[in-house]
């Protein structure tokens, strides 16, 4: 049987959980909580009262029985011991006549009853008074009331007490007085007191229900505004700001979240001034490694492409400065965009030329193809933006390319005090040379960069002149790149359209 009431229990329990929203808002939570203070104390402040009430008429209907009864006894002294019982009827039959004395009667030592009017305690209406006069009498000093019920129909009973009191005369007992009392009065004061109270207490839960609900608005608004604040963090907007003051510990919260929020904001300016100045992948890094950030590097395999303007010495002694910077900047952005496609990152920026990395900040298995294509992508967006400038009236800009793949080092260059993220070796050194080699819209590559598996299949490629090179040790074979083959070329139409789509040329 147990075990079953167990199981019943755990299955309400687990319903009454799934019925159960998942999130329940504070501000109802709140209300809950100071709706049930409220009805808690008003519950316990209206039985408190409700008792001290029934106290109060229980202490003054027996002081009024005791009374009564005292009253009856001293009166019906002279009538007893001269035995007159008319006397004595009329002494008795003239309580009788009010609403609250429903009988009295006059008992001799022994419990015999010599005169009465009205309804007796030991008649047969006394439906729960289970005592005998002769009990009644012997506890008569010690116990002087005593409440029963008055039979009216089997359906109807009425709360009664009797007071009895000895009759003495010279410290002997001649008998005994006993008077009974209605309660119906005292049950109709205690119901409208019940119900005064309980009407009340009903008018202060709900007034209370409603300030609770308004003051639980007030306390949760800061609670909401916070939420709609991480809501707006998380989606990357750091200009939320609180614009209720406070004087209280919420006040200094609102105050240190808006410090934050300006925190956040210069962060994100930075990481945005740092994406300008440097390339996404390198100002990521440095961002994320603040506390680690220092001299030196790890050897990589990867791919470095140069590009630079033919005749920028003579081009820049007859142009203005912000003619020249415009011009630099527009290329610039393109090549950009071009390394962007191909996993590319732009090392630096040197005068006229341009230097990206390919497979350095992020391992990339073709980083030498990648460096191929986006050499041919940069070679077809500059032929169509000397188209642009040749229908504007204006010279062409013709660039050469310098490609070379080789083990590297990479890393951190420079000093404690000023430092950059970058490439050194052989590898960048050669791809260097081959691009001061190049002629005008020619992508120059060393032999051992075309011989590759995974380039020599894809690439369109013609044997260049073998070259010496200053800095490098015997003759460089060389070869110039010219297209891609198959599906690789679709895909670089499909990037130069990317480009030229965003640009809305």
Known sequence: MRRNIQKISSALKTRAVALLPDHVPVVYKIVLL???LIVLCSSALSGILVYGQARIMEDEINDFGNTIVSHLARSVQEPLLAEDKLAMGVLVSSLTTGHSVIGTEILSPAGDR????GLSPFGSEAASLKISPAEIIRQAESIQHWPWQLTISSAIQVSVVSFISPIKYEDVTAGYALVTFSQKALDRSLE???SSIAITTVLIIFFGIIMAYFLSKRISMPVLHFMKAIEAFGQGDYNYRFDERRRDEIGQLMTAFDHMA?????????????????????????????????LGGKRIVGSVLFADIV????????????????????FFSLITWAGELNLGTVDKFMGDCVMLVFGALDEDEEHAFHAATCGLLIRRLVDHENERR????????DFRVGLNAGSMLAGNMGSKEKMEYTVVGDTVNLASRLCSIADAKQIVVSKGFYKQKNIRSRLVANEHIPMQLRGVEGVVETFVVEGLVGEDQTRLDEQFETIIGANGD
Not at 114 to 117: C, F, K, N, R
Not at 262 to 267: L, P, V
């Open 34 to 36: 100071i709706t049930g």
């Open 262 to 294: 300006e925190g956040m904001t210069q962060k994100v300016q930075v990481e945005r001034a740092l994406d300008r100045y440097l390339s996404p992948q390198i100002a990521k890094q440095v961002i994320n490694n603040l506390d680690s950030i220092k």
């Open 311 to 330: 005749g920028f010495t003579k081009m820049s002694e007859s142009m203005d400065p912000e003619d020249l910077a415009a011009i630099l900047n527009r």
């Open 192 to 194: 409208k007191a019940i």
């Open 390 to 397: 040749v229908a504007e009236g204006l010279l062409p800009i």
């Open 114 to 117: 010599l005169v009465g009017s």
